[in-house]
């Protein structure tokens, strides 16, 4: 189950800034943690629950800046949504941030609300992205429990072949595709074979960004 509340990281280093953001959230009914550097932020452990990041562009001393930190997290398979502050103008900052899928980049000084509509932007994102990845989760479950032939009939029906296509690749009849067919969308509860595309799609886009991401960090 995926939790209701939220937590909101807030990363930068002017402590007024923080605090300010972090009393915000706390008022929203948010969670909050509060770090001075990127250094600090990539110690902490995430909460299992939907979240928002965020995170200023520059950082004093050696500290990874706001867009390494985006990159680094990226490249680590962590899927955060991130609200960029900053304090200076810099366009090719900002665009390379929302490239990389950066929810927001707001200027400071900011409204009140402008970061509060952006961190709600964010974890909507996230509780979606979550959402969906528990049903690939089950899906992939039920499609193990498949036997050898249904999973062959659900990749095929995945490519728009229908029962007669099916039967003549799998060389049986097609009352035997049909029987297969309808077993395997009963198992998978699927109701049309729009629905068994996006699954499919869905499953190779997940092992995709696992692939990606390489093996779990600890």
Do not use: W
């Not at 909101?8 to 008022?27: H, M, P, Q, S, T």
């Not at 996230?126 to 499609?143: G, I, L, P, S, T």
Request: proline share 4%; glycine share 6%.
């Amino acid at each position: 189950m995926i939790s209701n509340q939220a937590t909101v990281y807030v990363v930068d280093d002017e402590i007024e800034v923080r605090n300010a953001i972090g009393n915000l959230c706390e008022e929203t009914g948010h969670q909050v943690r509060l770090f001075a550097s990127t250094d600090e932020f990539l110690e902490e452990e995430l909460s299992v629950g939907p979240s928002c990041l965020v995170l200023d562009v520059r950082f004093p001393g050696t500290s990874p800046t706001g867009l390494e930190l985006q990159r680094r997290l990226a490249e680590t398979g962590v899927s955060i949504p991130i609200v960029f502050i900053s304090g200076h103008s810099d366009v090719r900052v900002s665009v390379e941030a929302m490239k990389r899928g950066a929810v927001e980049f707001l200027p400071k000084p900011f409204r009140e609300q402008e970061i509060l509509d952006a961190i709600r932007h964010g974890i909507e994102r996230d509780r979606k992205r979550m959402h969906r990845e528990d049903a690939v989760r089950d899906a992939r479950q039920r499609v193990e429990a498949l036997t050898a032939r249904e999973r062959e009939i659900l990749l095929l029906m995945a490519e728009g072949l229908v029962a007669k296509q099916i039967a003549a690749r799998l060389g049986v009849s097609e009352v035997t595709a049909k029987v297969h067919r309808a077993r395997m969308m009963r198992k998978l509860e699927l109701r049309s074979p729009i629905e068994v595309v996006r699954l499919v799609d869905n499953m190779e886009r997940d092992a995709a960004t696992r692939a990606a991401a390489g093996p779990p960090h600890s």
